[in-house]
């Protein structure tokens, strides 16, 4: 599949198989961009990009909200043999100029509302070709309307295509970097795992600069020839996601956890016509049973599957059917059709069932390594397996309970304590809408676990910890509570940020 690149999934030969009628690609906010439109309007970007001065390799970083010219740009940057990188939006100037620098970035696009952080990184002496949708230096439309004939550039399967940066919360951001040949095995595995036809309306909730963005059965529709929705990547609004999806009779959406249960909780749910939907994933931290038993009652020809990722790729690793929802909750269920996952100890074993160890995965989507960074990839990419860091146990039917990053585990008593664990329960409760635990030093027990508890409604501590003590082990249950109504602090692509959990648990 050397010849095979990502630009393929617009160039849909007449006789490859039935596609959707009006051969729509792309919806957002009203307007429609068919399959034809789409290739022909990248190709033009390529062209009018080319003539100005791209040339294969090119690093491109993409500074733009969801909308039409992001996935414009991503099939043109892919057309050129470039390399995209995606800007989160919500980084501070500092932050997109360091990644920019990481990479050698020579082209930037960005929009307009977002002008005043390329304004900046301009004025700071960043040395590169600002493209701005709606004005700029170079124009968007501009390139587009003067372009010449489409360039003919050579790209190969095994050329560089993205560099998807980690959220940096360990340690400075790293950029996974992919492949044409892995970002489509990414997407191709998802077309067999999850059921997607042509008649598939994928609602992308996810901003296109996160790995979910484009990665997570975006890409899998366009290839089967369905149709893509975007969504606003900015101020998520229940009534206004419920209205789309019955608008657009969407049949599959990814919705993380604390997003699923504001839109379940909507009191606008049952107004809506909801019964185009067939699947809902959700990952990023385990579903609770309750939202599971909510979800099958509300949406009963809906099927609810977990989902587990890494930017590293596969983005769906690990996938637990709506088949073992019940008698698995709370796994991240079993390997995708395109990885090998295991768990293993510290000298690489496979661990018994019951056993702790570190979820390690080998499949032709993950990354070649990170940009720039020999000692992180050598110690990421051991023996041909991508560590991941995650902590997991399997059970006598191989499904992966994760348990939380290596660096996470509490050691309260000599005894250990894995937070994932701890806080998938505490979600169960009805009155908790997401918790996290830390470990903070106890002169008795050399840690104890500490809570912070974001409330959907009045919740005692001890009304808290006698819920906990029937679902864990004593040894488990924390020993200190806060509550808030505050959403967790996490990081721009969605990570709880557990270093601010843990100031504000410090004792006072």
């Keep these: 599949m050397d010849s095979y690149t990502v630009a393929e999934l617009l160039r849909k030969p007449r006789l490859a198989g039935r596609v959707n009628e009006r051969r729509i690609a792309l919806t957002f906010e009203g307007r429609n961009v068919t399959y034809d439109e789409l290739d022909e309007r990248s190709g033009r970007l390529a062209a009018g990009l080319h003539a100005a001065g791209f040339r294969k390799g090119d690093r491109v970083g993409v500074l ?41 970035a020579s082209w930037v696009v960005y929009e307009q509302a977002l002008g005043a952080t390329a304004d900046e990184l301009r004025a700071g002496g960043h040395a590169a070709r600002y493209v701005g949708i709606g004005g700029g230096p170079l124009a968007y439309e501009d390139l587009v309307a003067e372009a010449g004939p489409p360039p003919e550039v050579p790209v190969s399967g095994d050329d560089l295509f993205l560099l998807q940066y980690t959220s940096g919360t360990t340690g400075v951001p790293k950029g996974a970097m992919h492949t044409h040949s892995t970002v489509l095995w990414n997407s191709f595995h ?47 609004d229940p009534e206004r996601f419920l209205a789309t999806v019955a608008r657009e009779r969407v049949t599959s959406v990814l919705l993380v956890p604390t997003v699923l249960k504001r839109v379940l909780a909507h009191p606008g749910f049952g107004d ?24 099958r009652r509300r949406l009963p020809g809906c099927d609810l599957v977990q989902v587990y990722g890494m930017s590293e790729f596969p983005t769906m690793m690990l996938y637990l059917d709506a088949e073992h929802a019940d008698a698995k909750a709370g796994s991240a269920g079993r390997a995708c059709s395109a990885a090998e996952v295991r ?87 009805p009155a908790v809408l997401e918790a996290a635990v830390v470990g903070v030093a106890d002169d008795d027990w050399g840690e104890i676990g500490v809570a912070l508890v974001v409330l959907r409604d009045e919740l005692s501590a001890a009304e808290l910890t006698r819920f906990l003590k029937g679902e864990l082990a004593g040894f488990k249950v924390p020993r200190r509570f806060a509550f808030t109504r505050a959403p967790l602090p996490r990081t721009t692509s969605g990570k709880v940020q557990k270093f601010l959990v843990r100031d504000t648990l410090a004792p006072g």
């Design 64 to 104: 733009l909200h969801n909308r039409v010219e992001w996935v414009e740009l991503f099939f043109a940057v892919a057309k050129l043999g470039g390399v995209v990188v995606p800007l989160n939006y919500l980084l501070k100037p500092a932050e997109v100029r360091y990644i920019l620098d990481d990479c050698e």
């Design 190 to 236: 998802q077309v067999v795992d999850h059921g997607v036809t042509a008649d598939e309306v994928y609602l992308v909730v996810p901003a296109l600069c996160w790995a979910a963005g484009f990665h997570d059965l975006a890409l899998a529709t366009l290839w089967r020839g369905g149709r893509v929705v975007l969504s606003p990547s900015t101020g998520f």
């Design 272 to 295: 809506h016509d909801l019964a185009s939907v067939r699947l809902i994933c959700s990952g990023g931290e385990p579903v609770p049973v309750t939202a599971i038993a909510d979800a």
């Design 343 to 429: 768990v293993v100890d510290e000298e690489g074993r496979d661990t018994p069932p019951g056993e702790v160890g570190e979820i390690v995965c080998r499949s032709p989507a993950t990354m070649l390594g990170y940009y720039g960074q020999a000692a992180a990839t050598a110690d990421t990419l051991a023996g041909g397996w991508l560590r991941t860091g995650d902590l997991a146990h399997v059970d006598e039917d191989g499904f992966v309970f994760v348990s939380g990053r290596s660096k996470d585990m509490i050691i309260t008593g000599g005894l250990n304590v894995y937070p994932a664990e701890v806080e998938r329960v505490i979600a169960q409760h």
